[in-house]
């Protein structure tokens, strides 16, 4: 009975009988935890809006996005990127300017109307004498031109709105005659001009230059030209071979040195070669200096050297240098006669498209600021505006 009864004991010992309490306890507590955290997320979020509401968080999130503005703006038509810019005065530097200008497209055939434009560059210390000169040669053909002014940084243009000259300054630098810097204010004066896609021809004028001929005879001629008119020849002398320095190779050798006139006209690729250049750029620079007067000899050489077959090899722009010395002459009230321009026009022939032709100059140079008067007076018989 005793072994009976410890047999009992121990079987109360084995039997689970406290278990099926236990089971129905742990659901009901999983459950008050799952309820609380229900609460706890409403009362959270009741808060949150309560806040939302009456602190204006919303607010702060909306300012937030609406201040929030793209790093810069795409270009959503064609005519955003070809719209030349409505102010020359822009903040780019050289070199910024520079690399804009070099865009070249590679496709011909241009997908928008285009009327191929002369850029008139004119190039001068300050005041233009012969504005209103040329505002007789410019007078009804708007389409087919436009102008850019490079002057010192100090000088400010006093156009009248009604000009064609009014703020067509572009940002400029000092020019020194016979530097570099003088070659850059020439680049310069490209660059800006390229950046209008209508550009295609560019001339490079002085404050003493006029037109010989008018507008149409200018733009026919320059227009179904061709050739460029960058004159570029081999002078063996010492003011030609003499300015070489031989540490000029291997980008440029002696056979390919060349002398021209700073006034020139280029097309658009030309323009773009001058414009990109930084393979003969630093040798002229550290190697061209007076008696090496640079911008007699940089873009000649490196044109002939790339595009001999686009150059015509002679200027469009006559001057005198008969008078001997660094300079041309230059022209005053005294010396405005018929007899002085038909000399011009009479003196000699040259060669247009492969051609014999009569015209070889569209523009003169160096004119005194006291010819004005005598040039209008004569302007409709002679050159014909």
């Not at 089971?23 to 009362?43: I, N, Y």
């Not at 570029?232 to 440029?252: A, I, L």
């Not at 008067?373 to 050159?383: E, N, R, T, V, Y």
Request: glycine residues 6%; hydrophobic residues 40%.
């Amino acid at each position: 009975m005793q072994l009976r009864g410890v047999a009992l004991e121990e079987g109360k010992d084995s039997v689970p009988l406290v278990r099926p309490y236990q089971s129905r306890v742990l659901p009901l507590r999983v459950l008050q935890f799952c309820l609380l955290f229900l609460f706890l997320g409403l009362g959270f979020s009741l808060v949150s809006i309560y806040m939302v509401r009456y602190f204006g968080i919303q607010t702060v999130v909306s300012a937030s996005q609406a201040t929030f503005q793209p790093c810069y703006d795409v270009p959503s038509t064609l005519e955003s990127w070809i719209k030349p810019p409505s102010n020359l005065l822009h903040a780019m530097n050289d070199t910024e300017l520079f690399w804009r200008a070099s865009f070249l497209p590679r496709i011909k055939n241009y997908p928008f109307r285009r009327t191929p434009k002369i850029a008139f560059m004119f190039l001068t210390k300050g005041p233009l004498p012969f504005a209103p000169l040329w505002e007789r040669f410019f007078k009804g053909h708007e389409e087919l031109y436009s102008i850019y002014v490079h002057s010192l940084p100090s000088y400010n243009a006093d156009f009248p709105s009604s000009s064609v000259f009014y703020k067509r300054e572009i940002p400029s630098q000092v020019a020194e005659w016979g530097m570099m810097s003088m070659c850059d204010a020439e680049r310069r004066l490209l660059a800006n001009a390229l950046l209008d896609f209508s550009n295609e021809w560019f001339v490079l004028l002085s404050e003493s230059c006029i037109p010989l001929h008018n507008f149409s005879i200018v733009y026919r001629y320059i227009s179904r030209s061709r050739y460029s008119f960058m004159g570029s020849f081999d002078e063996p002398g010492p003011y030609g071979r003499g300015r070489y320095n031989g540490n000029m190779e291997p980008e440029v050798k002696l056979s390919q040195w060349r002398k021209g006139a700073q006034w020139f006209e280029v097309n658009r690729k030309l323009a773009v070669n001058i414009v990109e250049d930084v393979t003969y750029y630093p040798k002229f620079k550290e190697f061209c200096r007076p008696a090496c007067y640079v911008d007699e000899h940089y873009f000649p050489t490196m044109l002939t050297i790339q595009s001999p077959h686009l150059l015509a090899n002679r200027t469009l722009t006559w001057v005198d240098w008969s008078r001997g010395g660094a300079h041309p002459a230059t022209f005053g009230k005294a010396d405005i006669t018929e007899e002085f321009f038909k000399k011009i026009f009479e003196g000699e022939t040259c060669i247009y498209n492969n051609q014999p032709s009569s015209v070889c100059f569209l523009f003169a140079r160096k004119f005194a600021p006291n010819a004005l008067d005598s040039l209008l007076g004569i302007a409709s018989k002679i050159f014909g505006f």
